[in-house]
């Protein structure tokens, strides 16, 4: 009776499913990337996110800036126009 030699590339390999050896890797995977995309979310939807009222405090006073800013030129025209008068 001949033994029957089960190998691949050199070597010895069993009959076993896929599913079996790599049970713990597919497990921990997938827990991995739901808990990962739970914390992701988690963060995403944060009220107190600061980067955000750092984004709104910036866009605050840029448009602040740009009233500031006509209103300089206002004031530089009406200076330009009372020195012409006179």
Known sequence: MVAIQRTFLGQRVWPTSMLKPYFPFIISGTTAYFLFNWV????????????????????????KQKVKNEAADWYAAQIAKKEGKQ
Do not use: G, H
């Open 40 to 63: 992701a979310v988690k963060l995403k939807d944060d009220p107190t996110d600061k980067w955000t009222e750092i984004v709104n405090i910036v866009r605050d006073a840029s448009e």
